[in-house]
């Protein structure tokens, strides 16, 4: 945490940002060294905003190039930037398009937060704030934005290159280089964006869905442990089947892929349609693996799969609320694994689990609610309250409503 990060964030200081970016259309040239990314950035204010409130945007260790809008550059005079914000004095009272370039450095971003590269592979976690790093944004969870993005690298370093959503284009460009386009027709937080290019092998596969929709799905890996991923595969789709049973919740995109990397400092990552990895939660091989290690990979591919309805499609309005999103999605991936194994064992596991982290830290000097009123580090908030606890308070909403009560207001809720 930079000193200047140093202040506390109360959750009642929240008010909604004066300006809502709808869509976000990015180019990102991907290049050793530096990679230069290109945002157009769709602008409203809000009917509450006075004219000449500045508008303010999130970055981190950013070098702005050019900045316009509308397609007309900005004079000096108009903005401020600086590598951890871009300050527009007087936008425009209607909507329009903020377009700016940064230059970034993804091989010296040793933080792993961000676009960075590790091991010949350019990838992104942007959870909670790392997508200021990426370009200039408003990088909170209630901005919800329409995402395309097109991408560009040299095929030979970067034959595969993923981001969220479908592949609506892909082509070869000049001098070894080729690109991709991806589009996310539903709106999401910053925090949910992921792209991902490198040299990776793979394995594919289809689902279908209870309409009868065919979901392409894919997991990538590094070249030669691809069949250590067929396990996780296999979790996939018995995960997607079980979301529809039990929840009523039908995968919502054509494609779902899944990146296991072996530099991933979250242990799994739900960004919306492609899910990060580290790789030790999708390789299993019986020649290696244990029992647990296998219940820990099914697991986790169904958490972050569950996401995709509590978490994604229904986010936060603030990271206050990231109980709402981890708790409840706990809850769901224990009852995954209740249904597929032992209830019984299942819940021995998960209340020892309570015993041995949740309650020391409820005892101890660390203690928060599952909701907690401010905090200074965010990174610090990922906590067994905010995921154990938290779970066990929607199981005791479900136990109070009944089952049948209980799936009328989750789909209420979704």
């Known amino acids: 945490m930079r000193a200047e990060d140093e202040h506390t964030i109360f959750l009642k200081d929240y008010a909604p940002s004066p300006y809502i970016i709808e869509r976000v259309e990015l180019d990102v040239q991907i290049d050793p060294g530096t990679s230069r990314v290109r945002a157009l950035l769709t602008i409203v204010p809000r009917d509450t905003t006075p004219p000449g409130t500045p508008l303010v ?9 050019s900045v316009a809008i509308d397609g007309l550059p900005l004079a000096l005079t108009a903005y401020i930037a600086t590598p951890s914000s871009l300050e527009i004095h007087e936008p425009p009272t209607r909507r329009f398009v903020l377009e700016t370039e940064v230059a970034i450095e993804p091989e010296k971003n040793t933080r792993l937060m961000g676009f960075y590269r590790s091991n010949g592979t350019w990838c992104t976690q942007c959870e909670p704030e790392g997508f200021r790093r990426i370009t200039y944004f408003q990088d909170r969870p209630d901005n919800l934005a329409v995402f395309k993005v097109r991408m560009s690298a040299d095929r030979t370093l970067a034959p595969v290159l993923l981001a969220n959503g479908n592949l609506v284009a892909m082509g070869d460009e000049a001098n070894g280089r080729h690109f991709a ?25 289809e689902f279908t869905t209870a309409s009868g929709r065919r979901v392409a799905l894919g997991i990538y890996c590094a070249h030669g442990k691809e069949a250590q991923c067929a396990w996780a595969m296999d979790a996939l789709k018995r995960s997607m089947a079980w979301d529809e049973r039990r929840f009523g919740r039908e995968y919502d995109l054509d494609v779902f892929n899944i990146v296991a990397v072996s530099d991933f400092n979250f242990g799994a990552m739900e960004n919306k349609g492609l899910n ?55 809850y769901r991936d224990q009852e995954f694994t209740s249904d597929e194994r032992s ?7 998960d209340v020892r689990t309570l015993r041995s982290a949740q309650f020391p830290e409820d005892g101890g000097p660390l203690a928060h609610p599952a909701r907690p009123s401010q905090y200074k580090e965010i990174n610090n908030f ?6 154990e606890k938290g779970a066990e308070i929607v199981r005791m909403l479900a136990t109070l409503l ?9 789909d209420l809720y979704f």
């Not at 990922?382 to 995921?387: E, K, L, N, R, S």
């Not at 009944?402 to 989750?410: P, Y």
């Open 57 to 65: 945007l999130d970055g981190d260790e950013l070098v702005l190039k």
């Open 181 to 205: 386009v991806w589009e996310d027709p539903h709106p999401k937080p910053a925090y949910l964006f992921a792209m991902v290019a490198g040299d990776l092998g793979s394995i594919h596969d």
């Open 276 to 330: 990060i990895f580290n790789d030790k939660l999708v390789f299993v091989s019986p020649e290696t693996a244990t029992d647990a290690d296998y219940d820990g990979v099914e697991r986790v591919i169904a958490h972050e799969y569950f996401h995709n309805w509590t978490g994604n499609r229904i986010t936060c309005r603030d990271w206050f609320q990231l109980c709402l999103k981890e708790g409840l999605t706990v």
């Open 343 to 349: 209830r019984a064992v299942k819940r021995i596991s």
């Open 382 to 387: 990922y906590t067994a309250t905010v995921y």
């Open 402 to 410: 009944g089952e049948a009560g209980f799936r009328k207001g989750m």
